[in-house]
């Protein structure tokens, strides 16, 4: 059983900077992505960014330029700093990672909350 432990969320104010940081343990052969989704009322989790084992990151449009991805394949680790947040940054996020053979895992949730 693999378990995802997330850490990071919190609350700030429009223009600020927050870093997410999630670890895997458990028994696994090797992780193929990671990523971290966010959960947008009334409808499925949408990926923010993510990462796989060769490098490259996939980062949603209202990401791109903002937020930054970081993933430590040999350490199990996976880190999204958010930077210059604005109010419809609010919402919960989740790790997510994919270890093949449809196997994956989500974290719990962290909260981040964007106000003034």
């Known amino acids: 059983q693999v378990q995802l432990v997330e850490s990071g969320g919190g609350a700030v104010q429009p223009g600020e900077s927050l870093t997410l940081s999630c670890e895997a343990s458990g028994t696994f052969y090797r992780i193929y992505a990671m990523g971290w989704y966010r959960q947008v009322p009334g409808k499925q989790r949408e990926m923010v960014a993510a990462?796989?084992?060769?490098?490259?990151?996939f980062y949603a449009d209202s990401a791109k330029g903002r937020f930054i991805i970081s993933g430590d394949f040999a350490k199990n680790l996976v880190s999204l700093q958010l930077n210059n947040l604005k109010p419809e940054d609010t919402d919960v996020y989740y790790c997510?990672?994919?270890?093949?053979?449809?196997?994956?895992?989500w974290g719990q949730g962290t909260q981040v909350t964007v106000s003034s």
């Open positions: 990462v796989n084992a060769a490098g490259t990151k």
């Open positions: 997510h990672m994919d270890f093949g053979l449809a196997r994956d895992s």
